[in-house]
């Protein structure tokens, strides 16, 4: 990032921008990737779930009134 050590980098937390040494940017930078990995995992997690749960009520629906429904998405 910059040759000199002794430098402040900005770095933005909310609406602030606060300078810290490279080495602390570097390892705020880290902690914030490792935590919206973890929040990344856990959406789609949710979304595997939620996505089960839709495959299971949409056969329920099929068995129960056949070909007189139609449950799939529009491609418009």
Known sequence: MLEDDT???SYQIGGV???HSQEETQEMLETAKEALEQ???SVEERVSEIQQVLGDLKVQLYA???DNINLEADES
Do not use: N, P, Q, T
């Open 7 to 9: 430098s402040l980098v």
């Open 39 to 41: 929040e990344v995992k």
């Open 17 to 19: 921008f606060i300078g």
């Open 64 to 66: 129960k009134f056949g």
